[in-house]
């Protein structure tokens, strides 16, 4: 059974960075999607990233293009990171991981396409 375990969340202050790490537990085929999305209180989930580990190829929303990267563990296929800089209030929310098998598809940022979910984790920005 396929886990994913999300861990990084916490509180900082705008302008400040974070790594949120998804671990990925049992075995979801060595060419797979992971991404990551958030949701903020009374709004719709968000895809932010993703990463197909086949190409390497990533994509990212427009709020956080320039500010997020998304990657994972060269030494351990089964983790993947998102690193966020220059983080705004407008970045708080919960930030799940999300995985499917095979390729990123073109609407990587719906939340319909991942099959696989973690619990997710909190990531407060103040100003």
């Known amino acids: 059974q396929v886990q994913l375990v999300e861990s990084g969340g916490g509180a900082v202050q705008a302008g400040g960075s974070l790594r949120l790490s998804c671990e990925v537990s049992?075995?979801?085929?060595?060419?797979?999607?992971v991404a990551w999305f958030r949701q903020a209180p009374g709004q719709e989930r968000e895809g932010v990233a993703s990463f197909y580990t086949g190409t390497e190829t990533t994509y990212y929303a427009d709020s956080v293009k320039g500010r997020f990267t998304i990657s994972k563990d060269d030494a351990h296929n089964n983790t993947r990171y998102l690193q966020m800089n220059s983080l705004t209030p407008e970045d708080t929310a919960k930030y799940y991981c999300?995985?499917?098998?095979?390729?990123?598809?073109?609407?990587?940022?719906?939340?319909?396409?991942?099959?696989?979910w973690g619990q997710g984790t909190q990531v407060t920005v103040s100003s």
């Open positions: 049992g075995y979801i085929y060595n060419k797979n999607c």
């Open positions: 999300a995985a499917s098998p095979g390729p990123c598809r073109w609407n990587w940022w719906d939340q319909n396409e991942y099959r696989i």
